[in-house]
C-alpha cells in the first residue's frame, strides 16, 4: 500500500487534467488498483467527478514531473481536444455507470435514473453492434477496480443482442438489459477484490456470493423497481433449471434468468483476472452448448455471437494473426483485420480480409498469443465517429 504522504489526490491536480486530452499520469483508487492508465483521455467532467468520488489518486514524483512539464512549456501553444469517438462514448458510458451504481448502493438514487442509462447503452449496441461486441470479448485492460461494471456492462450487450436473436419483445430486451446492470449490485466491492485475490474465496465472501440475488432485489425494490421480470431475473440469476443452483434451490427458472446467468457464466469464463487468463472465446461456447444440449436459449447465444465473435483472435490459412472484427451476414466466415504478415510475425500494417475468400480462411484460434496482448480498437476499426 503506498503511503500517503506519496499520494496526491486528483482535486489537486485538476489544473494538470483537460477533458479530450491525454492522462500525464496513471490514476488509482484508494486500494492501489488501477483505475486509469497514463495516456488514457479524460471522457468528461462527469468521469472526473466519479474519480473524486471513489477517492483517486496520482503518484507525487510523477505529478510533479508533469508540473515541471507544464511550467517550461508554458507560452506554447495549446492544442484543442480532438472531438469524441465511439470508443470514447463506451468510455464515457461506463464512468456514468459507475457513478449511477454506487449512487444505487447508498440508496441516494431512484431507479428511474436507469432508463436513460440503459437506453443510453442501447444506442452505442446499434451504432455498432459489432464493436460492442468487440469490447466484451477483447478484454486488455487491467483496471480490475473497474470489473464489476465491465463484466456487467459487457454481460448487458450479450443478452440484448441474444434476446433480440429469440425475437423477444422490447419490453423483455429491456427487462434483462436492466437485470443484467444490476444483478451484482451488493457485491461491487468484493468482485474488484476478488478479481485480483490469489486465495479461494473465504467462507464470509461465499455467503456474500450467495446471499447476492436477493439482497440485489431487495434493493433495486426500495429503489422503486417495479418491472416484475426485472426483479425475478436478478432474484433468478444464479439458479439452475431442475434445481442446483442458488440461493433457493429452485426446480423452475425463467427463462429472461436462464440467458442471464448463461452470459454471466460466459463472460466471467472469457474475463482475465489478475492471477490467471481468461477462457478462449469457443471453449466457453463449447461448454455453455454441451451444459444445454439443443436448449433455445443457448442457441440464441451461439447465433448472436457466432463461432468467432468479434474481438477473437484468429489463424489463418495465409499464416497471418487476425482479429475478428465483424460477424458474418451469412456462413460462418467473418471478417478480420490482420495483425501480422504472412509468416506470423507482428506487423504494424493492417488489412481487412474476408475469410470466405480462397486462401485467407480460418484455421482456429490463435494459441500463442505473445506479442498479441494489446489490439487497440481505433487500429482494426478506424476511428468511428459517434
Given amino acids: 500500500m503506498t503511503a500517503a504522504v506519496d499520494r496526491v489526490s486528483l482535486t489537486e491536480v485538476r489544473d494538470l487534467l483537460q477533458v479530450g486530452q491525454a492522462l500525464p499520469f496513471r490514476v488509482l483508487d484508494l486500494h492501489d488498483r488501477l483505475l486509469l492508465n497514463e495516456g488514457h483521455l479524460l471522457a468528461d467532467e462527469a468521469q472526473f467527478e466519479a474519480l473524486v468520488e471513489r477517492g483517486a489518486w496520482a503518484e507525487r514524483p510523477v505529478v510533479e514531473a508533469a508540473r515541471a512539464a507544464l511550467a517550461a512549456s508554458t507560452g506554447a501553444q495549446g492544442t484543442s481536444a480532438p472531438p469524441p469517438t465511439l470508443f ?46 468487440f469490447g466484451c470479448v477483447r478484454q486488455e485492460d487491467r483496471r480490475f477496480a473497474l470489473y464489476p461494471l465491465t463484466h456487467a456492462l459487457h454481460c448487458a450487450v450479450v443478452v440484448t443482442l441474444a434476446g433480440r436473436q429469440l425475437k423477444w419483445s422490447d419490453t ?39 446471499a447476492h440475488p436477493q439482497a440485489a432485489a431487495e434493493l433495486l425494490q426500495a429503489a422503486g423497481v417495479t418491472d416484475e421480470p426485472w426483479l425475478r431475473a436478478v432474484a433468478e440469476h444464479h ?13 423452475e427458472v425463467g427463462d429472461i434468468a436462464q440467458l442471464l446467468r448463461a452470459a454471466d457464466v460466459y463472460m466471467a469464463k472469457i474475463s482475465p483476472r ?31 455471437l457466432g463461432v468467432y465473435p468479434p474481438g477473437s483472435l484468429v489463424q489463418l490459412q495465409s499464416g497471418e494473426v487476425a482479429v475478428v472484427i465483424r460477424r458474418p451476414t451469412v456462413g460462418t466466415q467473418p471478417w478480420v483485420a490482420t495483425l501480422s504478415d504472412t509468416r506470423g510475425k507482428p506487423s504494424g500494417q493492417t488489412q481487412r480480409r474476408d475469410t470466405s475468400e480462397p486462401g485467407f480462411g480460418v484455421l482456429g484460434p490463435l494459441q500463442d498469443l505473445r506479442g498479441y496482448e494489446r489490439v487497440l480498437p481505433e487500429r482494426v476499426y478506424g476511428v468511428l465517429s459517434v
Fill in 88 to 133: 470514447d462514448r463506451w468510455e464515457r458510458w461506463l464512468w456514468h455507470y459507475d457513478k449511477c451504481s454506487r449512487a444505487l448502493v447508498r440508496h441516494e438514487l431512484s431507479a428511474s435514473a436507469l432508463q436513460p442509462l440503459h437506453a443510453s447503452l442501447i444506442e452505442l449496441i446499434d451504432r455498432d453492434q459489432d464493436v460492442a461486441l
Fill in 172 to 210: 423483455q430486451v429491456a427487462s434483462i438489459g436492466c437485470a443484467a446492470l444490476t444483478m451484482n449490485l451488493p457485491l461491487l466491492e468484493l468482485q474488484a477484490r476478488m478479481a485480483e485475490q490469489t486465495e479461494p474465496p473465504s467462507k464470509r465472501q461465499l455467503d456474500q456470493i450467495r
Fill in 239 to 251: 439458479e439452475q433449471q431442475g434445481g442446483g443452483g442458488y440461493p433457493r434451490g429452485l426446480q
Fill in 274 to 304: 489478475a492471477q490467471r487468463a481468461p477462457m478462449s472465446t469457443q471453449l466457453a461456447m463449447r461448454q455453455l452448448f454441451q451444459q444445454r444440449p439443443g436448449d433455445p436459449l443457448a442457441m440464441g447465444m451461439v447465433k448472436t
